[in-house]
C-alpha cells in the first residue's frame, strides 16, 4: 500500500520485533551516562539511534524498529536514575551521619 499524503487512523499494529526487557538482564552492558554525553558531543545523536541523515538515506524510518529502539533507551534512562538514586541516597545518609562533613 502507498499513500501520498496523509494516513489517519485510530489504530495501527506493527508485527512485533521484540522488546527491550533485555535492558534489565544483569548481563546487559549499559553506557555509563559520561559515555553517553561524550557520544552525544560527538555525533549529536544517541547511540544505537539513527541520525537525521540516516532516516533521509534510508527514505524515511520503520515504525517498528523506531519504536523499539525508543523503548530500549527509555528503559535504559531508568536504569541510569535507579543509579542516580542510590547515590542520592547514599549522600543523604553520609550527610545525616555526619560523614558528609569531615575535612
Not at 549499559?30 to 545523536?45: A, C, D, F, R, T
Amino acid at each position: 500500500m502507498t499513500v501520498k499524503n496523509c494516513i489517519v487512523t485510530e489504530r495501527a499494529k506493527v508485527q512485533s520485533l521484540g522488546w527491550g526487557d533485555f535492558v534489565f538482564e544483569e548481563n546487559y552492558d549499559l553506557m555509563p551516562l559520561p559515555g553517553i554525553e561524550s557520544y552525544v558531543k560527538q555525533l549529536h545523536k544517541l547511540p544505537g539511534m539513527p541520525s537525521s541523515a540516516d532516516i533521509e538515506a534510508a527514505g524515511g524510518l520503520d515504525i517498528g524498529e523506531i519504536t523499539l529502539l525508543k523503548q530500549v533507551k527509555i528503559e535504559g534512562l531508568f536504569l541510569h536514575l535507579f543509579a542516580l538514586e542510590a547515590q542520592v541516597r547514599d549522600m543523604e545518609k553520609n550527610w545525616r551521619s555526619g560523614k558528609g562533613c569531615q575535612k
